[in-house]
């Protein structure tokens, strides 16, 4: 029941956001960006084709309540009760470390990501498993497809596959990261314990 009422406050909160807006969808001194799950359209009703990471930009909010309605669906990860900021509090700036991925010129190093590492270990801290957080990340992976086949209309194809790549490495990226956290506390508390 908890979980239905943070779908339904964020869906609030997105909905109440966008009623802000004029007609054109922006706010005051913000220029207009395309909205929504149906995708930016021109004026001649033409769909705007988009990079892979703008569409994810542009959708991070449903991005965010989808991955959310996932999450709730299974029991093991629903066994942990957490606020809708503890539960999905770590997913803009993943989300935002994908998207700078994607931006990155071809043969750049990407970073490590510090949310993920953070991520970690919050999650330890929360009790999560270590089966729980792959299964998120697992998550997280399955929501951003979805939301790239929700605006297929959108895409650049010629970029799709090799971004596809790009966004099943960083997340898998972040997974370790993550994985790495969990396995420095074991360690100390193993270390103290001797």
């Given at each position: 029941?908890?979980?239905?009422?943070?779908?339904?406050?964020?869906?609030?909160?997105?909905?109440?956001?966008?009623?802000?807006?004029?007609?054109?969808?922006?706010?005051?001194?913000?220029?207009?960006?395309?909205?929504?799950?149906?995708?930016?359209?021109?004026?001649?009703?033409?769909?705007?084709?988009?990079?892979?990471?703008?569409?994810?930009?542009?959708?991070?909010?449903?991005?965010?309540?989808?991955?959310?309605?996932?999450?709730?669906?299974?029991?093991?990860?629903?066994?942990?009760?957490?606020?809708?900021?503890?539960?999905?509090?770590?997913?803009?700036?993943?989300?935002?470390?994908?998207?700078?991925?994607?931006?990155?010129?071809?043969?750049?190093?990407?970073?490590?990501?510090?949310?993920?590492?953070?991520?970690?270990?919050?999650?330890?801290?929360?009790?999560?498993?270590?089966?729980?957080?792959?299964?998120?990340?697992?998550?997280?992976?399955?929501?951003?497809?979805?939301?790239?086949?929700?605006?297929?209309?959108?895409?650049?194809?010629?970029?799709?596959?090799p971004d596809v790549v790009t966004i099943a490495d960083e997340v898998d990226a972040q997974l370790k990261e993550q994985m790495l956290r969990f396995m420095a506390a074991d360690a100390a508390e193993?270390?103290?314990?001797?």
């Amino acid at each position: 029941m908890a979980g239905c009422c943070l779908l339904d406050s964020l869906h609030f909160r997105w909905v109440r956001g966008w009623s802000q807006r004029d007609d054109s969808g922006k706010r005051e001194g913000e220029m207009a960006k395309s909205t929504g799950s149906a995708g930016a359209v021109k004026a001649t009703g033409a769909a705007t084709i988009e990079s892979v990471a703008d569409i994810i930009e542009r959708e991070l909010q449903s991005v965010t309540v989808d991955w959310l309605a996932r999450v709730e669906q299974e029991p093991d990860l629903k066994s942990i009760p957490l606020s809708f900021e503890d539960r999905t509090g770590h997913l803009p700036q993943l989300l935002h470390d994908v998207i700078a991925r994607l931006r990155l010129d071809a043969g750049t190093k990407a970073p490590i990501s510090k949310a993920a590492a953070h991520h970690g270990d919050l999650r330890r801290k929360q009790g999560y498993t270590v089966a729980m957080v792959v299964e998120e990340s697992r998550l997280l992976q399955v929501t951003i497809f979805s939301t790239l086949h929700k605006n297929t209309h959108n895409l650049e194809f010629s970029k799709l596959l090799p971004d596809v790549v790009t966004i099943a490495d960083e997340v898998d990226a972040q997974l370790k990261e993550q994985m790495l956290r969990f396995m420095a506390a074991d360690a100390a508390e193993h270390a103290k314990g001797k």
